[in-house]
């Protein structure tokens, strides 16, 4: 048994869930863009449109949830419930953002990570507390990282496979952190109705019910044997999860090499002056630099992204004569092109991309060279280390000091 334990424990996976994602994502939208309402607080849901038959709730708010909306309904049933509910469209392209955003953020904590749906992804921690601390630290710092940058709520779920990670998340929303280790599976899984177990549908739930079948419990001890007679292949998979029995591995999501590497930051008050604005852009340009050396990646063309406090983005980039990683380049090429576009207006969001990645090139050319590409190499390289063992906040360059947040 403790042979089991020691195996179960080795490996640590974290399933990270985006709460009422398309309608958070929208209400953050929203108020970023000077709504005094915040959505998330009111009836409201996202949906198609209600003149077409496709006119249908995608997501809905906690007090929508109240009147007894629920996800994938007609509009106009939805509204018969709530008269005075709120619906907003979806916003695939905001969705599609946000989603990326909140990934950009999981893959600083472990290099491998698996987009499983728009709003929900796996990271396997493995290895990783050495470098980030434990795993429960790191789940509640990254669960308060995203309402922070982002503005919306996630649920993270901790254990030592998928399944396990994924049902621990879905224990209790929104904005938590669960643990559903090998042993903790009798007390926090098995009482659940066996309808919320992961790919249980109603189909199979009724089928299951009709025998006696009512808890994930009841599902955990049935006869393996005639769960696949009653639901097939099927069956045998359910059984296999309601025990906690899941070796699949996360696997990273896309299988061909990052085609660019970015970060863009939502600063929370007006930024007026080049000085503060370059702060902000060397910052981020050491957030790139860093990530490219940790996919063993060099970039060949870099741009600087400015968002009015109009919401009116811009954007200016540039080839490099080579390919490169390093912060120095990067930063000056990313101030050079901020002074060339910046047109005055007060900023509320600053971004530095990367693209036209090199994944075997060895050199690093740039009009802004100054010094040999080895000592910047190993540079950026004790940086990376001491901020990685230590944290991103343990080194900080004196022109970051003292800005105003």
């Known amino acids: 048994m403790k042979e089991k334990s020691a195996e179960n424990v080795r490996r640590i996976i974290l399933h990270v869930d985006a709460n009422s994602a398309f309608l958070s994502w929208s209400a953050v939208d929203a108020l970023e863009k000077g709504a005094s309402l915040d959505l998330r607080t009111v009836p409201s849901v996202v949906g198609g449109d209600q003149e077409s038959r496709h006119g249908i709730v995608l997501a809905k708010s906690v007090p929508a949830k109240a009147f007894g909306i629920r996800t994938a309904e007609p509009l106009v049933d939805a509204r018969r419930k709530c008269p005075g509910l709120i619906v907003v469209p979806a916003d695939r392209d905001l969705y599609s953002r946000c989603s990326r955003a909140m990934n950009e953020i999981l893959s600083e904590y472990s290099p491998v990570i698996q987009k499983f749906s728009i709003d929900e992804s796996f990271l396997d921690y493995t290895g990783c507390e050495e470098v980030h601390g434990p795993v429960l630290e790191t789940a509640y710092g990254i669960k308060e990282r995203i309402k922070r940058e982002l503005g919306f709520t996630v649920n993270v779920g901790i254990s030592s496979n998928r399944i396990l990670a ?40 009724k089928k299951l019910r009709s ?16 769960v696949n007679s009653l639901l097939k292949a099927h069956g045998d998979m359910i059984w296999r999860f309601a025990n906690g029995i899941d070796d699949s ?23 007026t002056s080049a000085e503060d604005a370059l702060s902000y852009i060397l910052q981020l340009s050491e957030q790139v630099a860093m990530r490219l050396r940790r996919i063993n990646a060099r970039a060949s063309v870099i741009s600087v992204q400015i968002r009015t406090k ?27 092109l901020f002074r060339q576009a910046w047109r005055g207006e007060p900023i509320r969001l600053l971004g530095v991309h990367s693209t036209g990645l090199d994944y075997t090139s060895q050199e690093q050319i740039s009009i802004f060279d100054t010094k040999k590409p080895e000592e910047d190499r190993k540079y950026d390289k004790v940086v990376d280390e001491i901020r990685e063992k230590f944290g991103k906040d343990s080194l900080i360059r004196a022109s970051v000091i003292g800005r105003k947040k």
């Open 310 to 336: 109009d919401f009116v983005d811009y954007s200016r980039q540039t080839r490099l004569e080579g390919y490169t990683d390093s912060t120095d380049v990067i930063y000056r090429t990313a101030e050079s």
């Open 166 to 205: 994924k049902m621990a998340g879905e224990l209790k929303k929104p904005d938590m952190v669960h643990t559903l280790w090998p042993d903790e599976i009798e007390e926090k899984l098995h009482p659940l109705p066996v309808g919320d177990l992961f790919m249980v549908g109603g189909t199979s739930e």
């Open 211 to 226: 025998i006696g079948i009512n808890t994930i419990g009841d599902l955990a001890r049935m006869d393996r044997g005639l």
């Open 249 to 271: 591995p996360v696997v990273p999501t896309g299988t061909t090499p990052a085609k660019g590497v970015g970060n863009s930051m939502t600063i929370s008050y007006d930024v």
